[in-house]
């Protein structure tokens, strides 16, 4: 159990990083070459797998762990997972666009808008980083 908790916490740090990537990144309003508009959606692409693959992990072990060991497990549970399911709606809609497509840079926008887990107040973020302190070890 303790790596399942692992490889959602490395997800994490993957998942901040390619944010990063997009919100620094050139746009195509901002000039940015074909080269780069090239690697903004290689990003997407990198994004959208690492979101499935995290909230695989997450539907197998995470949250049926929130729903057994936390109060209000299966509301924070829900909670979280209609937030996922948002998060991949916008993901998916991103992921179909060219970078140089207009609406392309207000999904990006969007997308850094979500409430990622590590930036979410008091909720299903914060039974996240309890779990990962209290199950990891």
């Given amino acids: 159990m303790a790596q399942a908790f692992d490889v959602l916490s490395q ?21 940015a070459s074909t080269s780069d508009l090239s690697q903004r959606k290689k990003v997407v692409e990198q994004l959208v797998i690492a979101e499935s693959k995290h909230e695989a992990v997450e539907e197998m072990y995470f949250w049926p762990t929130v729903r057994d060991k936390v ?7 829900d909670t ?22 207009p609406e392309f840079e207000k ?5 850094l808008l979500l409430p990622w887990p590590w930036e979410v107040p008091p909720g299903p973020g914060q039974v996240e980083q309890v779990l990962f302190q209290g199950c990891a070890g």
């Fill in 11 to 31: 997800d994490h740090a993957e998942v901040k990083q390619m944010l990063a990537e997009l919100e620094s990144g050139p746009t195509a309003s901002s000039g």
């Fill in 71 to 77: 109060a209000d497990g299966d509301k924070l549970a």
């Fill in 80 to 101: 979280a997972i209609e937030q996922e399911q948002e998060g991949k709606e916008v993901l998916d809609k991103l992921d179909k666009l060219d970078a140089n497509a």
């Fill in 107 to 111: 999904l990006v926008l969007a997308t």
